[in-house]
């Protein structure tokens, strides 16, 4: 059974709740690939394979962007089913504050059709970043 249903709660948060806690399976008629060259595309590569936890700050140091939460919307309007994962930090500011974030988790299970497309995709993204940056694409 294919259940790729995207819950959006008035744009709030989406947590694994909503999902009861089930990976939704994915297929290609339900999702939409970002073109490789934009940061959308970026931003999803960074959380494949599913599971890996991507955060605004790491995202910026991968791609000198501090808009996740924006590719994070509109990948979800993609048909991408991402949770997010509110976190505390202490600052190293010297009052010595908490500042809450997010991290973001692309919470699916895949077909096997979609997981080759999205091998294929991964690499587009892979090879775009290696000849656009130069640098070791593997490193973000």
Not at 9 to 16: A, G, P, V
Not at 40 to 66: I, K, N, V
Not at 91 to 118: M, N, Q, V, W
Request: glycine share 4%.
């Amino acid at each position: 059974m294919i259940n790729s249903k995207v819950i959006r709660d008035h744009r709030r948060h989406i947590t694994r709740a909503y999902y009861n806690d089930k990976k939704p399976l994915l297929d290609s008629e339900n999702v939409l690939f970002p073109r490789a060259s934009k940061l959308q595309a970026r931003a999803l590569r960074r959380m494949l394979p599913a599971g890996t936890m991507l955060s605004h700050r790491e995202f910026d140091w991968a791609s000198h962007s501090y808009r996740l939460g924006a590719f994070i919307d509109k990948l979800r309007d993609k048909g991408w089913t991402i949770a997010n994962h509110d976190e505390v930090a202490l600052t190293k500011d010297p009052c010595k504050r908490t500042a809450k974030f997010t991290r973001y988790e692309l919470f699916a299970e895949f077909t096997p059709e979609l997981a080759e497309r999205i091998a294929a995709f991964c690499k587009a993204v892979d090879d775009y970043e290696m000849k656009k940056g130069g640098g070791d694409a593997k490193r973000y």
